[in-house]
């Protein structure tokens, strides 16, 4: 159990055009989602933190505007990057937490998407 | 952001050598998780270990947690050429909350 999905696995697309990640609980609810990014040979860094039926809440230094996050259902939340451009090419995983409670905190990572942008 | 440092950045070893590598944060933390990413791959959770404990075990697998020093370790026991990865401490600040990841060592081992 606690399976995430994302798709497209990898995505490639020209500049000025955008492109849709989604990230998926296969066999249970998350009301919490978490999408990163991740540059070749770096760590992961926090973008938003996504919870069902209400707005994302973006880290320091993420344009709310170029991705938009949706968080509709609790098995599914979207990242839009909107208007790519080449520098917006990175690996995109999302990680969604189990249930209600949290006392510790599990998480489940999605595989990861990447996106290339010409 | 609280992001961690690991230590080292990168380390080589051969089969069958123990792999040690070190995580420190920066604030207080709820618990202490690390993962291990193969190239272009999505993460693979390994251990998580809580704020009040000090060390736990899994596998060949074993984690120390120094509070008072905010730092944690993670050894890899007598490694296989297949440990070779990228390995990432993370933290979180309040149950519930985002995992704050360190800058990870990437680990080769050599058969």
Redesign the interface.
Known sequence: GAVVSQHPSRVICKSGTSVKIECRSLDFQAT?M?W?RQFP??????MA?SNEGSKATY?QGVEKDKFLINHASLTLSTLTVTSAHPEDSS?Y?C?A?RGQR???????????T?LTVL | ?Q?GEEDPQALSIQEGENATMNCSYKTSI??LQW?RQNS????V?LI?I?SNEREKHSGRLRVTLDTSKKSSSLLITASRAADTASY?CAT?RQ??????????T?LSVSS
Do not use: C
């Open positions: 919490t978490f990163y040979k770096k760590s992961l860094m926090l933190t880290e690996f995983i990680s937490r949290v006392s510790y905190n599990e998480q489940f990572f999605g595989p990861g990447r | 952001s992001q709820n618990n993962y272009g791959r999505g993460l959770h998580l809580r990432f979180d149950a519930g909350t985002a995992l704050i990841f360190g800058k990870g990437t």
